[in-house]
C-alpha cells in the first residue's frame, strides 16, 4: 500500500477513536490540542492528495456552506409511530396483553429512554454509513445526510468485524442541554425567536440548508432499534449492545425485565432520575425483547403490539421568590424577572423566571417571598404559572411594578395600547446603549467576531465605545488595556470589523436598531429605497407606500432620523467603510416569482417557512399575510386552515403544494 494512502488511514482510525471516546464514551483520551494536531495532520495530507479523499473523513464532519435541496427516500420498512399512555396502570396491563398473546412463554420486557428529539434512521451497508432519513410522514422521508455526517458520535465506518452486511438502525437525534443553553443564549443575544425546547431546536437544525453551521451547533444521537434480515442475536438488548461495540450511542438506561413489578420500580427510579441527564426525555419506553415474540405479536395500523412509550406528567416545581429585578432591554422595554431559588427542572437548574410586563406581575398577584410555581413541561423556557397561597406569610407586600428605571432613574412611560413600560431616556440610558452595541455586533447584524455580551459591556464601561460608531475607531492598542484580551483576541476582533464592512445594507440597516424595524422589515425596506441617504430624506407618506410599512413603522424611523446624533453615527459608519446602498446582488436573484403575492400556509415537509419565504423573496415575490384578491398562490402544506382554504376556494386562488412551487422556481430560474 501506498505509504501516504496508509498514513492517512491511519489517521482517520485514530481521529474517529478519539472522537468515539469524546462524544460517545464521554472519556476522551487526549487532550484537546493534541486532537487538533491529528486533524491538521490529516487536513494537510488530504489537501496535498486529494486522490484520496473520503466524503466519510473526519476533516468533513465540519459541513459545507453550500445550499442543497433535500431528495426524498422511501424508508425500506415503515416508521410507525407508538401508542402511548401517561398511567402506569396502562403499561401494567400493555406486559399483560403480551403475555396474553404469548401462552405459556416467558416474556422478558425491555425498558428504555423515550428521548425528546427527532427521529432518524441510518443504513449502513458494509460497515459504512450509506444514507441517513428523516421520519418524514413514516413511508419516506428528507435524505439529510450531509448534515449527519457533522454530527460526531454517529460512527461513519463502524468498529469491529460483526455487524450484517446491510441494516438499518434507527434513534433519535437531539440537542444536549449544554448546546441547547448556548444556542438559545446566542438567539437572545441577536434578539431571534428563543427555541421552546430541545426537541425544535434539533429538528429545525437537521433541517438547515447549511451543514456547516449544523455542524457548529452541536447536535448528539442515541439509538434505540436495530433492523436487518441477517441481525446477530436474537433478542433487542442484546443487538443494541452489539451496535454499541460498533460504535453507536445506545443509553446506559436499556435494562432487562421479567416481571411487573420491576416496570412499576424502572418507571418510579427514571420519573426523577431523568432531571439529572445530559439530553431531554420525555418518557420511556417498554419493548418485548424477543424479536421471534415481536413478530408474533405483529402490528396495529399505526403502532406495534410489543411496543409501548409512557409519557412523563409536565414537570412542575414549588420554589420561593427571592426578590424581583427589573431590567432594561436595549428599546428601553422594562421586563420584571422572577429571581427564585434554585430549583431543577428538566436537566437545569432555574434561578430566573421572566414575568414578562406589569400586567402578568399583577394578575399573578405575587407578593414578596411567595412561594410559586415554576413549570416546563414541553417547554423549556421557565414560566411562572401561579402562587401557592397557603404559604405565603401574613403582611407580605404585593410585587409592585417600578415607576422609574432601574439604571438611570427616568420616569417610566406607558406604551400606548401595549402592556410594556419604557424608559425614554434612549440616547442616556446605559442597558440600551449597550443593547443597540450587542445588537448591532450581532450575527445576522454586523456578525463582528468577538464580541459578545460581556465584551460589550466591558468596552463601554471602559470608555472605548460609547456609541455603535466607536466600535470602527478601535485599536489594537486600547483591546489590550481590556481584562483577558491579548494580542490574537485583539486581533480577532479587528478582522470582525474589518470584515463587517461588507455586510450587505439590509443587514446594515437592521444593526441599527430602528425601533420596530425588524430583520425582515429591513429588507423590504432597504430594497426599497435603495440607500441610506433616501431614507433620511424620505417623508411619512413615501415610508408607508413601502410594502409592510405602516404609520407606526414609519413615525419611528422618522424620530429615529430627526435625532442629529443618529445621522452623525450613519455619517461615520459611512467614513468607516460600512455598506449603505443596496448592490445588485441584494435583489432578487431571479424573476420566477416577479410580481407575484404569495400566502403561506400549513406545516411544511421539505424547508421551513422563514426558508420558504426567503426563496420567495429572492425569486422576486412578495411575502403576504392574509388572502385577498390579489393574491397570486398560496403555497400549502400539511393542516392549512379551514378557513383560508374555503377563502381560497371562494376566490379562485390557486393552491400549490411544495413540490410543485420548488419546480416552479428552478424551471424559471
Known amino acids: 500500500m501506498d505509504s501516504i494512502k496508509e498514513e492517512i488511514e491511519s489517521l482517520r482510525r485514530q481521529i474517529n477513536d478519539h472522537n468515539h471516546s469524546y462524544y460517545v464514551e464521554n472519556s476522551p483520551t487526549i487532550s484537546d490540542q493534541d486532537f487538533d494536531m491529528l486533524l491538521k495532520e490529516l487536513e494537510r495530507l488530504e489537501r496535498e492528495h486529494p486522490e484520496y479523499d473520503d466524503p466519510y473523513s473526519p476533516t468533513h464532519r465540519v459541513g459545507s456552506d453550500l ?15 407508538l401508542g402511548n399512555t401517561y398511567s402506569v396502570g396502562e403499561v401494567d396491563a400493555f406486559v399483560g396483553r403480551c403475555r396474553e398473546g404469548l401462552p405459556g412463554e416467558e416474556v422478558e420486557i425491555v425498558g428504555e429512554m423515550k428521548f425528546d428529539g427527532t427521529s432518524i434512521s441510518l443504513l449502513y451497508e458494509n460497515g459504512r454509513l450509506v444514507h441517513a432519513v428523516t421520519r418524514g410522514d413514516g413511508e419516506k422521508g428528507d435524505d439529510v445526510t450531509d448534515n449527519v455526517i457533522t454530527i460526531r458520535s454517529i460512527p461513519l465506518q463502524l468498529s469491529g468485524s460483526d455487524w450484517p452486511a446491510r441494516f438499518e438502525i434507527r434513534g433519535e437525534i437531539l440537542l444536549p442541554w449544554k448546546a441547547f443553553d448556548r444556542l438559545n443564549a446566542e438567539r437572545a443575544f441577536n434578539e431571534e425567536p428563543l427555541f421552546a425546547n430541545p426537541r425544535n431546536a434539533a429538528a429545525g437544525t437537521l433541517k438547515m440548508q447549511n451543514s456547516a453551521e449544523v455542524s457548529r451547533r452541536g447536535l448528539d444521537a442515541y439509538f434505540y432499534y436495530l433492523i436487518g434480515d441477517n441481525l446477530p442475536y436474537p433478542t433487542h438488548y442484546e443487538n443494541m449492545q452489539a451496535a454499541r461495540r460498533w460504535g453507536f450511542k445506545v443509553s446506559d438506561a436499556m435494562r432487562v425485565m421479567r416481571s411487573i413489578k420491576e416496570v412499576d420500580e424502572y418507571i418510579t427510579y427514571w420519573d426523577t432520575e431523568r432531571k439529572n441527564l445530559p439530553v431531554a426525555t420525555d418518557g420511556l419506553v417498554f419493548k418485548v425483547n424477543s424479536l421471534r415474540q415481536q ?43 422572577a429571581n427564585l431559588d434554585p430549583v431543577l427542572l428538566s436537566g437545569t437548574i432555574v434561578k430566573r423566571a421572566s414575568l414578562h410586563n406589569a400586567d402578568i406581575v399583577r394578575q399573578l398577584d405575587i407578593h414578596y417571598d411567595d412561594m410559586l410555581y415554576v413549570e416546563k413541561g414541553g417547554e423549556i423556557i421557565p414560566k411562572i404559572t401561579g402562587v401557592e397561597l397557603s404559604e405565603r406569610k401574613p403582611g407580605t407586600e404585593p410585587v409592585e411594578f417600578v415607576k422609574h428605571c432601574p439604571s438611570c432613574g427616568t420616569e417610566l412611560v406607558r406604551v400606548d395600547g401595549e402592556a410594556a413600560w419604557i424608559c425614554p431616556n434612549t440616547y442616556g440610558c446605559a442597558p440600551q446603549i449597550v443593547g443597540r452595541i450587542e445588537h448591532f455586533v450581532g450575527r445576522r447584524m454586523m456578525d463582528i467576531d468577538g464580541i459578545g455580551e460581556e465584551t460589550a459591556r466591558m468596552m463601554f464601561d471602559a470608555g472605548l465605545i460609547r456609541d455603535i460608531a466607536d466600535i470602527y475607531d478601535l485599536t489594537s492598542s486600547q483591546l489590550l488595556t481590556l481584562e483577558g484580551f491579548g494580542p490574537r483576541s485583539a486581533e480577532r476582533v479587528l478582522e470582525g470589523v474589518e470584515a463587517s464592512k461588507s455586510v450587505p445594507f439590509p443587514r446594515v440597516l437592521f444593526a441599527l436598531s430602528i ?12 430594497r426599497a429605497v435603495g440607500s441610506i441617504d433616501r431614507l433620511m430624506a424620505m417623508t411619512a407618506d413615501e415610508l408607508t407606500a413601502i410594502e409592510d410599512v405602516g404609520p407606526r413603522i414609519a413615525a419611528s424611523i422618522l424620530e429615529y432620523f430627526s435625532h442629529e446624533s443618529n445621522r452623525e453615527i450613519v455619517e461615520r459608519l459611512r467614513r468607516a467603510g460600512v455598506q449603505m446602498e443596496v448592490e445588485a446582488s441584494d435583489g432578487p436573484q431571479s424573476t420566477a416569482l416577479l410580481g407575484k403575492s404569495v400566502v403561506i400556509s400549513g406545516t411544511f415537509a421539505l424547508h421551513s417557512r422563514d426558508e420558504y419565504k426567503s426563496m420567495i423573496e429572492a425569486n422576486g415575490g412578495k411575502n403576504v399575510g392574509s388572502i385577498s384578491k390579489k393574491t397570486d398562490f398560496i403555497l400549502a402544506g400539511e393542516n392549512m386552515g379551514p378557513a383560508k382554504l374555503e377563502k381560497a376556494s371562494k376566490l379562485g386562488i390557486p393552491i400549490i403544494d411544495e413540490n410543485r412551487f420548488l419546480e416552479m422556481i428552478n424551471q424559471n430560474s
Not at 300 to 313: E, G, L, N
Not at 515 to 526: L, N
Open 515 to 526: 425601533p420596530y424595524v425588524g430583520e425582515t422589515g429591513a429588507k423590504k425596506i432597504a
Open 67 to 81: 445550499t442543497k435541496g433535500f431528495r426524498q427516500i422511501v424508508h425500506e420498512r415503515p416508521m410507525l409511530s
Open 295 to 337: 413478530l408474533n405479536l405483529g402490528y396495529t395500523a399505526k403502532s406495534p403490539r410489543w411496543a409501548i412509550a409512557y409519557k412523563f406528567q409536565a414537570e412542575r416545581a414549588l420554589t420561593r421568590l427571592r426578590f424581583v429585578s427589573f431590567e432594561v432591554g436595549r428599546t428601553g422595554v422594562i421586563t420584571p424577572v
